[in-house]
């Protein structure tokens, strides 16, 4: 009988410290943003690493990521999907905290062309 009611008091503790913990969409799309500035910063010539980062990084990439990315909550863990390649496709998952993406500085620049030409497309451009 006391293992059993610490095994329940335990799972309710670990699933509430779960829900508590679970990112937003601000955060996940907080953490693609700073992932598309590392890439951004890093092929850049340096004259224009700050000017370009912060117009674009902060602007644009946060319009481009809000408008493009939708993120799920499924009480214990989030997940987010973008439309790549016209497929909705999972780009990160964010657990007790943590945004974890899919996809590294390589992939960014797909991941943002992708989204300009389907932002192109949508406005008529």
């Known amino acids: 009988m006391n293992r059993n009611l610490n095994t329940v008091i335990i799972s309710c503790f670990s699933a509430l ?3 508590i913990t679970n990112p937003k969409r601000e955060d996940h799309i907080s ?3 700073f992932t598309f500035q590392e890439y951004l910063a890093s092929n850049v010539d340096e004259d224009w690493q700050e000017i370009v980062q912060f ?7 946060q319009n481009l990521i809000g408008r493009h990315v939708k993120t799920d909550s499924f009480l214990f863990f989030s997940a987010s999907k973008a439309k790549i390649d016209g497929k909705n496709q999972y780009v990160s998952i ?3 905290g943590n945004v974890f993406l899919f996809f590294d500085n390589e992939d960014v620049k797909y991941i943002i062309s992708q989204m300009q030409d389907e932002s192109k497309n949508n406005t008529g451009e």
Do not use: A
């Open 17 to 19: 410290i779960l829900v």
């Open 31 to 33: 953490q693609m943003n």
């Open 55 to 61: 117009f674009l990084g902060n602007t644009i990439g």
């Open 94 to 96: 964010g657990i007790m």
